[in-house]
């Protein structure tokens, strides 16, 4: 008797205990509350955070700029072989040509403006930095393209001897081109993705031409493009994949020496420049400055004496 007097005197407090404690302690309702509202302010700091809001400034003062829709679409393809496909990368893009086009003539003209030179010249610097500032941002999207095409270039020697390998050790090409994105991460980034999308590609339905004809318009590289029309090839005729890999992986490594051997020729005829414009010049104040010096301190009062 005393046994369940125990246990019954125990499940109350405990109970009690229970329902103070759901009730004043716990408040589910508050601590959901609390976290939806701790989300809603970290959605909202994160909306406020300073590299976006410059962003969307960037994208805001885009829309103002008047643009046609052939200019268009030649920028998106020199933004995508840049590496740069963010939604609002061709936004981005004309917001900083706008941005630039103001902040570098207003730089110019507080710079001038106590100089005291002509303001025919003035005004002419001015809208040279107005120009620049227009214009730069197309031209530094050309740079980044072209060094990234380079870099690609210089990485698809690898990535063919890789596909090679996988082609030939039984894997499909599809499986192929996705083990190579993956090996190829950290030596060559910009092939990697490449392959990467080409592999999303495919997952997502399209045909494997189509897949390989986009990567070639992706990058605008010729020794890319080469390749997407030997797998193309091969892949229409039923030809040894393995063996047109091997093939061309070849003829690359011979059009990649042949390429070498061409920058090494030209190299003497490269040398000449600064050779005469900075090494002769040191040469003669080593070895005749001295005699200069002796002629003038010794022969010539010599010679005026006599």
């Known amino acids: 008797m005393e046994f369940f007097a125990t246990l019954l005197l125990f499940a109350t407090i405990t109970a009690v205990l229970t329902f103070i404690g ?12 609390r976290v939806t509202r701790g989300s809603a302010e970290t959605q909202a700091t994160g909306r406020t955070h300073p590299s976006l809001m ?18 268009v679409g030649v920028i998106e393809r020199r933004l995508i072989r840049a590496g740069l496909r963010g939604p609002g990368a061709l936004k981005t893009l004309y917001g900083a ?6 902040l570098l003539p207003a730089i110019a003209f507080l710079a001038t403006i106590d100089s005291g030179a002509d303001p025919d010249y003035r005004f002419l610097f001015i809208g040279v930095c107005a120009v620049a500032g227009l214009f730069g941002p197309n031209e530094y999207v050309k740079l980044v ?14 990535a063919l001897d890789l596909l090679v390998v996988c082609v030939e050790s039984g894997l499909g090409l ?4 996705m083990q190579t994105a993956k090996e190829l991460d950290r030596a060559h980034p910009e092939i990697s993705q490449e392959f990467a999308l080409v592999n999303l590609e495919l997952r997502a339905g399209k045909r494997r031409v189509e897949a ?7 990058t605008s590289v010729d020794e890319l493009k080469k390749l997407v029309a030997v797998l193309i090839q091969a892949d229409r005729f039923g030809t040894g994949v393995a063996q047109s890999l091997r093939a061309h992986s070849e003829y690359l490594r011979v059009q990649t020496r042949q390429v070498a051997e061409e920058k090494a020729a030209k190299l003497g005829v490269k040398l000449v420049f600064p ?4 090494i002769l010049p040191s040469l003669f104040i080593v070895t005749v400055g001295p005699v200069m010096v002796r002629i003038t301190r010794d022969l ?7």
């Open 22 to 33: 759901a009730r004043f302690w716990v408040r589910p309702k508050a601590a959901m509350e």
């Open 54 to 71: 410059f962003r969307d400034l960037m994208n805001r003062l885009g829309t103002f700029l008047p643009h046609s829709p052939k200019d």
């Open 145 to 158: 393209a072209k060094r990234r095409q380079k870099k690609i270039r210089r990485g698809l020697a690898n």
């Open 174 to 177: 599809d499986q192929a081109i």
């Open 300 to 306: 010539l009062p010599m010679m005026r004496n006599m």
């Open 212 to 218: 390989l004809r986009n990567l070639a318009d992706r």
């Open 275 to 278: 050779i005469f414009f900075c």
């Open 97 to 102: 040509k706008v941005v630039l086009a103001v």
